[in-house]
Nanobody, 119 residues
Framework: QVQLVESGGGLVQAGGSLRLSCAAS????????MGWFRQAPGKERAFVAS????????TYADSVKGRFTISRDNAKNAVYLQMNSLKPEDTAVYYC????????????WGQGTQVTVSS
């Protein structure tokens, strides 16, 4: 089982930036895909972005395209989410997740980090 620990959340004004980090306890087949999800109050958890092992392929939710950038450092077993031009609607708990290749399943989840964007 891969353990994931997120950091970097906080309070920021609209238009500001934050960088989230997620460190995995080890590298395994289940860290081939690494991604970020978020859950706003009263809403279901939603996909934000993902990246595969090579870093060549990334995917973003339409709501964050052009503002958020996902990246990974395989030497550190880490994934990052650079969030720019933040909006109040980006307020949520952000979760890191990992999954194996050839599957849409996310098998490991972090505990989440709160991001609050004030207007």
């Amino acid at each position: 089982q891969v353990q994931l620990v997120e950091s970097g959340g906080g309070l920021v004004q609209a238009g500001g930036s934050l960088r989230l980090s997620c460190a995995a306890s080890k590298r395994s087949a289940n860290t081939y895909r690494m991604g970020w999800f978020r859950q706003a109050p009263g809403k279901e958890r939603a996909f934000v972005a993902s990246i595969i092992l090579s870093g060549v392929s990334t995917t973003y939710a339409d709501s964050v395209k052009g503002r958020f950038t996902i990246s990974r450092d395989n030497a550190k077993n880490a994934v990052y989410l650079q969030m720019n031009s933040l909006k109040p609607e980006d307020t949520a708990v952000y979760y890191c997740a990992t999954g194996p290749p050839g599957s849409s399943t996310w098998v490991s989840w972090g505990q989440g980090t709160q991001v609050t964007v004030s207007s």
